[in-house]
């Protein structure tokens, strides 16, 4: 989740009065935000997914002046009469462009980092990249309206990207610019790219690629044109509303833009709050604590809402920026926030019904104790491996589920059989001294186009005993005891394999099913592992033991 | 029986005592009491003695008393001169054969016949022997004049030197005539002297004082025959460390993770399961995570190569997800407002999050009231280092009923923590995109100060109306317990608890939760 970083001078100027540590320290995380460092000025905390509104210090002070009291219930903006006019005809690909207008803008350094910050920020997380929505932030002196969001060839116009003292196409900008060429999976290989020009033709900006120099915004502006492109006009609203405002806490009044849009047409942004029906009884229902309407009401005032009483219901009006309120839900969480989740009192369930492991669970772990009693060694491998350790180093052709996208060459198949793993692991221990009895029980995943997922997953039990004057005996006379101790017989059939050595292996046959093999493992095998001391192995499918147990003669 | 006495007179036993201790104690009861004195007779060293002087003591048969003196010994250049010779002893066998040398050419002329001298040690021998009056220097020669003065002077300073060697006086004269030399110094020696206790002369008066077999294994013939009766039974030194036993053990973290499964089931809950290879809908869909979620793109989610699809025929299911993604379905949501793809939900994924179980164990039970866990393993595309891993296991549990509150997930989180003794829990506001209201629950670490251990919340209505759940609560939970496994574990690097080291896995001690015990 994002790292958002603040100046504390700069939260205070914005908020108005003085904060204290202990006010910080306890305000982020009531919404939502984990305070990561305050070193000197600097403050940095984590925000979550959900609140792309307090990416930056405008967003926070407005959220923290409720909490503190300093300003409660909605906020309010001051809206010129004056309205531009905008006409959005981007390409089909990226159809949506919303247009604002903040006037009498105060900026310096800082100021300016939180602008970029907030919109870098949305870019990232709520604007995917800038896949679903991208910002832009211009100067307005010089720009003409009615600006356009247009769709142009990409070689027919020229302009000065941000950075550069050249003018480009904007083919030129997706070649060269660093941030064409970061972003330009977005529009490439397209007849014709999204461009925004004002009245006279001027380009203002390359969405959702890169802005024009000549519309910098910089600590002399102050009258700034915002625009929001998207595929999704909900999202591009909601984005909007969240830079606009916190543009205008810098700024004296919010202008607004009539788009022409092939959807319609609209005034943007969007300020009118949005609203949803609340029934306080969902507070107890959910939370446990039974609040009442008045005080449900005060507690929603503290973040940033109005409640409004509708009969025995509450109207709850909250500002268009907040992207995160789906659902009457999300007010519950609200009103929790704002009461404060310390002072809910946990409660202890009493248990609903008898507990229960899995019985699956129960069997492997009398197993795992069945060989602990024989002096085994417990280990414990991640089901992740690789194919080469699975089938190549084992003498082996052999499909495994992998993964499209592994973080390591060691680990990007799941594993079909534990007995590599053991090798490996003896390979790794060769400190520990010999003999060497190990275990593990565990899951594997075998390709099964008949399942569902297209994996059958068993549950297997294998064991290795490593050790000078090893042989195929010491395998079986720990099968014996192990099949004996759960009431059951086995049957051994020879088994060629060429992990193993011919003629000292076995297929383990349990209640008429295959149940696994035992063997000594190939000295040709041994090498592969750098292991140069005889071992002997059996890994039994732990599924058929437990059906052959289960069905075994009385209770 | 052969000892004991009337008149309340201890009853004793005959003592067996192995055959050098026997001759030490016939030696102390004979008059011998210096310890020294006792080795010599034994003709052993005194230090080889003291164990058994030691055993001796500690049953009460001997008193041991040691005294510090100082002692005159000979240095080791003197200790050297006692094997090959005085220097001027030396020089005066050359001298006699050879009457008159060039003092230079002295070490040669040693080596004529067969004795080996250093240039300084030919200096010191002429010096020596001039100081007697034995020899005469002409020019560069030494002329020996007085042979017999030689001798006597050799033979005084060898006498003196052999005799503190073997740990005898010397008069003041001599000695300080080999301190001046640096052939002997002073030194401290502790002597020892042992003298019989009381109880050493009554089993003694009484002839209950027997050698004895020493045994060192007993034998079953031993047992057998009764010879154990009559035996010393050699004691152990307890200040050797023993070897160790082999034994079989648990891994660790699996023994934890029982202990954990333990006390789930002791609550109450039920354990679920569910496979690894899972599709998005489950992962998920099923969880109101929009299909452009940040979560489902390949730095967050492990894909299956070759991007498969798998099955599900409950198009009725998934429609209504398809809907509640879209508009909210008839949850009173507002969705997310995309179109959502089927196709996409098909796919395969490794489970990133147990929750994914959840979701089946919802969708196979329904409505009704019950509670449910699962501890198992979930798979998030990390860098394996001391703290991440692209594999873990994830404590996931739900608590499912029309009366099931925010509260009892808190009550949930402060028992568990009871239970694993982790002490306080503190509770922040979280956001997971499938819970609402979302909590995180932080314990206090002896080195890390707060961390947060029990992410939880209250499944969204988005997420159990379409499973069918309709005025019921879903408290929720997904514990990473790989952190609570190595504060009980006492270890800082997580692919510890994944080590292919069995020599690690054998000396971990036993990861027993002391709340358990209590």
């Known amino acids: 989740m994002p790292v958002i970083s603040v100046k504390w001078w700069d939260l205070e100027r914005l908020m108005g009065r003085e904060l204290t540590r202990g006010e910080i320290e306890d305000s982020l995380p009531r919404v939502k935000c984990e305070l990561e460092e305050i070193e000197g000025d600097e403050i940095w905390y984590e925000a979550t997914h959900d609140r792309p509104d307090l990416y930056s210090a405008e967003g926070l002070s407005i959220a923290l002046k409720g909490l503190l009291g300093v300003e409660e219930g909605l906020p309010t903006y001051r809206v010129s009469g004056r309205v531009v006019e905008a006409f959005a005809e981007g390409p089909a690909y990226r159809p949506y462009a919303l247009f604002a207008v903040v006037r009498g803008v105060d900026l310096d350094d800082e100021a300016i980092r939180q602008l970029m910050q907030l919109q870098e920020k949305i870019h990232v997380t709520y604007g995917r990249d800038r896949r679903k929505v991208s910002i832009g932030l211009y100067d307005m002196r010089g720009i003409k309206f009615p600006v356009r969001y247009t769709r142009v060839s990409p070689d027919s116009v020229r302009f000065k990207p941000l950075d550069m003292d050249e003018e480009m196409t904007p083919s030129e900008v997706l070649e060269r610019h660093p941030t064409g060429v970061k972003y330009r999976h977005l529009v490439e290989g397209r007849a014709e790219v999204p461009l925004i020009v004002d009245a006279e033709g001027k380009v203002v900006s390359f969405p959702p690629i890169i802005n024009s120099e000549e519309f910098r915004v910089t600590e002399s502006t102050t009258d700034i044109l915002i625009d929001v492109t998207s595929t999704d006009l909900e999202a591009a609203r909601r984005v909007l509303a969240i830079v606009a405002t916190a543009t205008y806490v810098r700024g004296k009044e919010i202008g607004r833009v009539l788009v022409h849009g092939p959807w319609g047409e609209e005034e943007s942004p969007r300020l009118e709050p949005d609203a949803i029906l609340y029934d306080p009884s969902l507070s107890s229902r959910i939370l446990g604590v039974d609040l009442g309407l008045e005080e449900t009401a005060r507690l929603l005032s503290r973040m940033r809402m109005e409640a409004v009483p509708r009969g025995s219901l509450l109207e709850v009006r909250f500002p268009y920026y907040r992207t995160d309120i789906l659902h009457p839900v999300d007010i519950v969480e609200e009103v929790a926030m704002a009461y404060g989740y310390d002072r809910l009192s946990p409660l202890i369930m009493r248990p609903l019904h008898p507990g229960r492991e899995a019985g699956i669970e129960v069997f492997t772990r009398s197993l795992r104790e069945t060989l602990v009693g024989m002096g085994f060694i417990e280990v414990n491998n991640y089901m992740f491996t690789n194919t080469n350790t699975l089938f190549t180093k084992m003498g082996l052709h052999g499909k495994a589920i992998e993964v499209e996208n592994p973080k390591h060459e060691a680990y990007h198949a799941l594993r079909t059989w534990i007995t590599p793993q053991l090798l490996e692991t003896l390979a790794r221990s060769k400190h520990a001294g010999y003999p060497l009895k190990i275990f593990e029980a565990g899951d594997v995943v075998l390709p099964d186009d008949r399942e569902a997922n297209l994996a059958r997953e068993e549950r297997h039990l294998a064991y290795a005993v490593a050790g000078r004057g090893v042989t195929l005996t010491d395998a079986l006379a720990h099968l014996r005891s192990l099949v004996e101790l759960y009431g059951l017989k086995m049957s051994l059939e020879p088994l060629e394999h060429p992990s193993l050595i011919p003629g000292r292996a076995a297929r383990i046959i349990i209640a008429g099913e295959e149940a696994g093999f035992v063997g000594e493992i190939h000295p040709r095998v041994l090498t592969e592992f750098s292991l140069t001391i005889p071992v002997v192995v059996a890994e039994i499918n732990v599924d058929v033991l437990r059906r052959a147990f289960l069905s075994r003669g009385s209770r | ?518």
């Not at chain 2, 192995?18 to 230090?47: F, M, T, Y």
């Not at chain 2, 089931?265 to 679920?272: D, I, S």
């Not at chain 2, 798998?310 to 949501?333: A, I, K, L, N, Q």
């Not at chain 2, 819970?435 to 995180?440: A, G």
Request: proline share 5%; charged share 30%.
């Open chain 2, 1 to 518: 029986m052969d000892g004991g006495g009337g008149n309340g007179a201890p009853i004793l036993e005959t003592v067996y005592l192995p055959p050098r201790q026997k001759r030490i104690v016939d030696l102390v009861l004979g008059g011998v009491h210096d310890v020294d004195a006792i080795a010599d007779s034994l003709g052993v060293k005194r230090e080889d003695l003291m164990r058994d002087i030691e055993e001796l003591r500690a049953r009460g048969l001997l008193v041991v008393e040691r005294r510090k003196h100082a002692v005159l010994s000979p240095t080791e250049e003197g200790r050297r001169y006692l094997e090959e010779g005085l220097p001027e002893e030396r020089v005066l066998k050359v001298l006699s054969e050879k009457n008159s040398v060039e003092r230079s050419r002295l070490p040669e002329e040693a080596a004529r016949i067969g004795v080996k001298i250093s240039p300084r040690e030919a200096g010191i021998g002429l010096a020596q022997l001039a100081r007697a009056g034995a020899v005469r220097f002409e020019g560069d020669k030494a002329v020996l004049v007085d042979s017999s003065a030689g001798e006597e002077a050799v033979g005084k300073v060898r006498e003196a030197l052999s005799r503190i060697a073997a740990g005898e006086t010397i008069g003041e004269d001599e000695a300080r005539v080999l301190r001046r030399r640096k052939l002997a110094a002073k030194r401290e020696y502790t002597r020892i002297e042992v003298r019989p206790t009381e109880l050493l002369g009554f089993l003694q008066e009484r002839g209950l004082l027997r050698e004895g077999k020493v045994i060192t294994i007993l034998t079953p013939e031993d047992i057998e025959s009764g010879a154990w009766r009559e035996a010393y039974f050699k004691p152990f030194d307890l200040s050797v460390e023993p070897p160790r036993a082999g034994y079989g053990r648990k891994h660790p973290y699996l023994e934890f993770l029982d202990w954990i499964r333990e006390i789930l089931v002791a609550m109450g809950f039920e354990e679920m399961k569910g496979p690894h290879v899972e599709l998005e809908l489950w992962n998920f869909d099923a969880l109101f995570q929009a299909q452009d979620h940040p979560a489902r793109e390949i730095h967050d989610t492990y894909f299956v190569k070759g991007r498969p699809k798998g099955r599900f025929d409950d198009h009725e299911y998934m429609e209504r997800v398809s809907r509640t993604h879209m508009d909210g379905w008839e949850t009173g949501s507002r969705g997310w407002g995309y179109r959502w793809d089927p196709e996409r939900a098909l796919r395969l994924v490794l489970r990133t999050q147990t929750t994914a179980v959840s979701m089946r164990t919802i969708y196979e039970r329904g409505p009704g009231e019950y509670m449910c866990f699962s501890l198992d393993r979930v798979f998030r595309p990390e860098n394996l280092d001391a703290k991440h891993s692209m594999e873990f296991y994830q404590l996931e549990g739900i608590i499912v009923g029309r009366r099931v509150t925010f509260r009892h997930l808190l009550g949930f989180f402060e028992e568990m923590a009871r239970r694993l003794g982790l002490g306080e829990v503190k509770v922040k506001p979280a956001y997971f995109p499938f819970t609402e209201p979302s909590v995180e629950g932080f314990i206090r670490h002896p080195h890390l100060g707060w961390i947060e251990v029990f992410p939880g919340g209250m499944f969204r209505p988005e997420v159990i109306e379409p499973l069918g759940l309709k005025g019921y609560n879903v408290a929720a939970w997904g514990i990473g317990v790989d952190r609570i496994a190595m504060t009980v574990l006492g270890i800082d690097d997580i692919r510890l608890l994944f080590t292919q080291d069995v020599e690690w896995i054998r000396r971990q001690p036993r990861p027993l939760i002391k709340e358990m015990l209590r």
